[in-house]
C-alpha cells in the first residue's frame, strides 16, 4: 500500500513544462487526450488528499470529459475555495459554469452567464497569458446573446489577444471566427497559416485536417495528408486516426480503413473513436453497413474515452444501422438500452417513429 501511494505522489509530482506552462502528468495526459489514464492518478490522489485544490481542479475536468453533469461544479468551486490565487482553477470553474448554462432556462442562464465573467475575468486578471481563457472568453462573446454579454467585436479584440501570446492560437482563433461568419476561405487560410507559421503543430495540422473532412468544402486527399503528417508528429494520439478513418470510410477505401482503426486500437488502446467516427459516415451515406454494424459493436466493447461520443450515443447510433438492415427489434433494442443510459437520448425518438 506504501509503494502503491509513493507511485501515485511520483506521477502526481513529475511534471514538465508544455507551452511555457508547467504542468503535472495528469495535466499532460488530459492534453493528449488520455481522459481515463489521467482519471486514475486524479481520483487515487483525491482519496489520499481530498483539500488537494489541483486534485479537485482535474477531477472537475475529468467528470466533465466523461458527461457527468453534477460533480465538475462542486469540484471546480472547492479547487478555487482551496486556492484562490491560480488562474485555471477560476477557469475551470468558468468553463463549468458555460457548461451549465447550455442547459439552463433564459433566467438561470442571465445568472450564470454572470458569475462566468466574473471567473473569467479572474483567470485573466492572475495570468494575462492563459490562452485556454481567451478561447474560453472568444467562444462566450461569439455564442452567448447580446442581453447577457455576447459581443462579436469583443471576440474578435479576444482573438487579437491570443495571436499576441500565441501565433498559431492567434491563427487558430481567426479561423475559428471566420468559420462562425460562414467565410470558409478565410478559415482555410488561417488554417494553413498556422501550419506554414508552426510544421510540428499537432493541433493545427489536426485543425486542417478536420477542415477538409467538412461536407461543404471536403478535400479527403488533403484531409489524409494532413492527418498523415500529424501521425508522424504524434502516434500516440487518437485525432490523426480518426480523421483517416473518416476520410477512408468517405472514400470508400475499405482496406486502409479496417488497418487505420486496427493501428489506432494498438496504439490507442484506450479510445476506440476512429471505429465510431467511421461507422458514423458510412451510416450517413448509406454504405457498408454491415460494416458500419461491426464497427459500433467494437466500439461498445469498452468505455468510451472522455468527450468521445458515449455509450449512449453509439447504442442509438447502432439502432439506425439495424433499422436500415430491416432488423427493427434489434434496433428497438439498442434504442432501449440508449434511454436507460440517458434518457435524453434521441432514442426516444426512434421508438415513438417506430411505434
Not at 481567451?134 to 459581443?151: C, H, K, S, V
Request: glycine residues 6%; charged residues 30%.
Amino acid at each position: 500500500m506504501r509503494r502503491a501511494r509513493r507511485i501515485i505522489r511520483t506521477l502526481w509530482l513529475l511534471g514538465g513544462c508544455i507551452c511555457g506552462y508547467a504542468q503535472s502528468v495528469p495535466e499532460r495526459l488530459i492534453v493528449e487526450g488520455h481522459w481515463k489514464q489521467a482519471r486514475a492518478i486524479v481520483e487515487a490522489r483525491l482519496r489520499e488528499a481530498p483539500n488537494d485544490p489541483l486534485a479537485n481542479f482535474l477531477f472537475s475536468q475529468v467528470r466533465n470529459a466523461f458527461g457527468d453533469r453534477d460533480a465538475p461544479l462542486p469540484a471546480a468551486e472547492k479547487a478555487v475555495a482551496l486556492d484562490g490565487h491560480t488562474a485555471k482553477y477560476h477557469r475551470q470553474l468558468a468553463e463549468v459554469l458555460g457548461v451549465a448554462a447550455q442547459h439552463a432556462n433564459v433566467l438561470q442562464q442571465a445568472l450564470l452567464a454572470r458569475r462566468f465573467r466574473k471567473e473569467i475575468d479572474t483567470a485573466l486578471a492572475l495570468d494575462p497569458r492563459d490562452t485556454q481563457a481567451w478561447r474560453d472568453l472568444m467562444e462566450f462573446y461569439l455564442l452567448a446573446p447580446g442581453i447577457i454579454g455576447g459581443d462579436e467585436a469583443k471576440a474578435a479584440i479576444a482573438a487579437q489577444r491570443l495571436g499576441a501570446i500565441d501565433s498559431v492560437e492567434g491563427l487558430l482563433a481567426q479561423s475559428r471566427l471566420a468559420e462562425y461568419y460562414k467565410q470558409p476561405g478565410k478559415s482555410e487560410e488561417f488554417l494553413r497559416e498556422a501550419v506554414r507559421a508552426e510544421p510540428a503543430s499537432y493541433r493545427a495540422r489536426i485543425a486542417l485536417a478536420q477542415f477538409y473532412l467538412a461536407p461543404a468544402h471536403r478535400n479527403l486527399q488533403d484531409a489524409e495528408r494532413h492527418a498523415h503528417d500529424a501521425l508522424t508528429l504524434d502516434a500516440t494520439r487518437v485525432d490523426a486516426y480518426t480523421v483517416l478513418a473518416e476520410a477512408y470510410a468517405s472514400g470508400e477505401k475499405w482496406s486502409e480503413l479496417d488497418g487505420i482503426v486496427a493501428a489506432g486500437a494498438k496504439e490507442v488502446p484506450d479510445d476506440l473513436a476512429p471505429y465510431y467516427r467511421a461507422a458514423d459516415r458510412l451510416l450517413s451515406a448509406d454504405r457498408d453497413l454491415p460494416r458500419a454494424e461491426r464497427y459500433l459493436r467494437t466500439y461498445l466493447q469498452q468505455e468510451p474515452e472522455g468527450n468521445q461520443p458515449s455509450a449512449a450515443e453509439a447504442h442509438w447510433k447502432l439502432g439506425l444501422v439495424l433499422e436500415k438492415q430491416a432488423r427493427k427489434s434489434e434496433a428497438a433494442g439498442e434504442w432501449r438500452e440508449a434511454l436507460r443510459l440517458d434518457p435524453r437520448s434521441p432514442a426516444a425518438h426512434e421508438l415513438k417513429r417506430g411505434l
